[in-house]
């Protein structure tokens, strides 16, 4: 999932050492049902020892699979459903003071439960996570409240609840160039599984 690497960079003549965590980049998905439902499941996250509201998401661990392809089968495979529309909603960097972490959050619309109607993985964590279905405009309040505080959530919510505003016109295909992971991609700042 990450490696740490120390670089010596030059800092107008001196040499400072910097740790950099090579993260290989993930991907989330704001699920917007035709309620104008988000749907967020609750995951506990050991490092911060809280069960937090996130989107479906997951890490761009399968060498050569589209950032899309791995929000769709994420979407699949946390929350049994699937969608008919794809779009790009935001790109960020999750941490840039200590991690090369890029994540791209999709906004997937006209959803449609997988056959079996069941999460469509064979991870038991992901199998009995808690899911909710919550209003856009709550989701967006409980974002500003500090009631949900997960990265991929905070700006999937907030750009979701603009692009919406904006008619969905800001939206960019689900294929967009992604050019900070191309960039870290060329500089070798991505782990690489």
């Known amino acids: ?12 003549g001196q040499l400072i050492e910097r740790d950099i965590l090579l993260h290989l980049g993930a991907v989330a998905v704001i699920a917007l049902d035709d309620q104008d439902r988000v749907l967020l499941i609750r995951q506990y996250r050991h490092p911060v020892a809280m069960a937090l509201f996130e989107p479906p998401a997951g890490l761009l661990d399968i060498p050569g699979e589209q950032p899309q392809v791995t929000a769709a089968r994420e979407l699949a495979e946390e929350s049994g459903f699937q969608a008919e529309t794809w779009r790009v909603l935001v790109d960020f960097l999750n941490s840039p003071g200590g991690s090369s972490e890029g994540i791209r959050v999709y906004l997937a619309r006209g959803l449609t439960p997988l056959v079996s ?10 199998a009995f996570l808690p899911r909710v279905w919550v209003p856009l405009a709550a989701a967006k309040d409980l ?4 009631a949900i505080g997960s990265p991929s959530a905070v700006c999937g919510i907030l750009a979701a609840w603009a692009a919406r ?14 050019p900070v992971r191309a960039t870290l991609l060329e500089q070798g700042r991505v782990h690489l599984a």
């Open 1 to 12: 999932m990450w490696s740490v690497r120390t670089d010596t960079v030059n800092f107008d």
């Open 165 to 178: 505003d904006a008619g969905w016109a800001s939206l960019r295909p689900a294929d967009a160039p992604w």
């Open 143 to 146: 974002v500003l409240s500090g």
């Open 117 to 126: 109607g069941r999460p469509a993985t064979g991870e038991a964590e992901e």
